[in-house]
């Protein structure tokens, strides 16, 4: 056990670079994490990090050896967790990353009602827009909407979300309804930013394929509320998932436009590290949430 505490040691300085970070990760003094590397080091007879002042990088073995313990820690987690759990109820801490608007909008409900569920499971929730390192990071797992580029993740899909294009009345009175999307060039337009390609917006043509219009406009934000109130305060035409305009359009504070060229919907995936076993405790939060979005309309509630 001592020899698994050190190797987890080193894992958690080489994905934080430092040993004060490691150390606060695992909830422990930098004094504990340096003796814990020292100490792995004198077994294995070998320097697996070049230490200075300022810096602290691996060495050729230390980078090999972090590859190799990395996965067998893991496995070795997972498989421990998943007999321990066959009959207990599932416990320890779940590392979580989601996107701010989705993650404040809709999963306090849901992430208060699971923690209700399994008391002793400890929840870390991150939010934040940018795509996490998972493995890197030390994340148990992330959510993510969009499609996703080829990785060594497993990606479980939860949902579709619907992404329309929204106007306040005002807006379209004064600049008319567009009725094509090419007519969108002569709009402005309120740009999301934290969509991949921001500006190229995606149609459904009339040959069923997608096409895509390049947008502008003097909006250009990083949080999909902000682009919402830009588009009801009348500055331009938005293109935003339902989960963050579906209540805006109930109470007619804008319309949405162009719905006969809808693009097909984005998925909200689950994304988590390979593993011969999932850990029991991010198997019933994946099956928590799949059960939460599952049957859901894809306009006028949550997704």
């Not at 588009?231 to 949405?256: D, N, W």
């Amino acid at each position: 056990m001592e020899r698994i505490e050190c190797d987890r040691m080193f894992i958690a300085v080489m994905e934080t670079g430092s040993f004060t970070a490691a150390a606060q990760r695992l909830n422990t003094s930098h004094g504990q994490a340096s003796k814990l590397i020292s100490r792995l080091e004198r077994e294995l007879g070998v320097n697996l990090l070049r230490r200075s002042t300022r810096s602290l990088t691996p060495t050729e073995v230390g980078r090999a050896y972090y590859e190799q313990i990395r996965q067998l820690i893991a496995d070795y987690d997972a498989l421990n967790d998943s007999v321990r759990n066959t009959s207990n109820s599932p416990s320890g801490t779940l590392r979580i990353s989601a996107p701010v608007t989705f993650g404040t909008l809709k999963l306090p409900h849901l992430l208060i009602e699971f923690a209700r569920q399994y008391p002793d499971i400890e929840l870390d929730v991150h939010f934040a827009d940018r795509a996490v390192n998972v493995v890197d990071e030390g994340f148990d797992l992330a959510l993510r909407i969009g499609n996703l580029e080829d990785s060594n993740l497993i990606a479980r899909k939860l949902s579709d979300i619907r992404i329309v294009l929204v106007a306040s009345q005002e807006y379209l009175s004064r600049r008319g309804v567009p009725m094509h999307w090419q007519q969108l060039i002569e709009h402005d337009c309120i740009v999301d930013t934290n969509f991949r390609d921001p500006y190229q917006w995606p149609f459904r043509d009339e040959n069923q394929g997608i096409s895509t219009q390049p947008v502008q406009g003097r909006m250009k934000l990083s949080n999909a509320e902000v682009c919402l109130n830009a588009a009801i305060a009348g500055l331009g035409i938005s293109r935003l998932p339902t989960f963050v305009v579906s209540e805006a359009l109930k109470r007619g504070e804008i319309q949405s436009v162009l719905t006969a060229f809808e693009a097909p919907p984005m998925g909200l995936y689950a994304v988590y590290p390979p593993a011969k076993y999932l850990a029991h405790k991010s198997r019933v939060l994946i099956d928590f949430l799949a059960a939460a979005f599952s049957g859901k309309p894809t306009w006028d509630t949550s997704l």
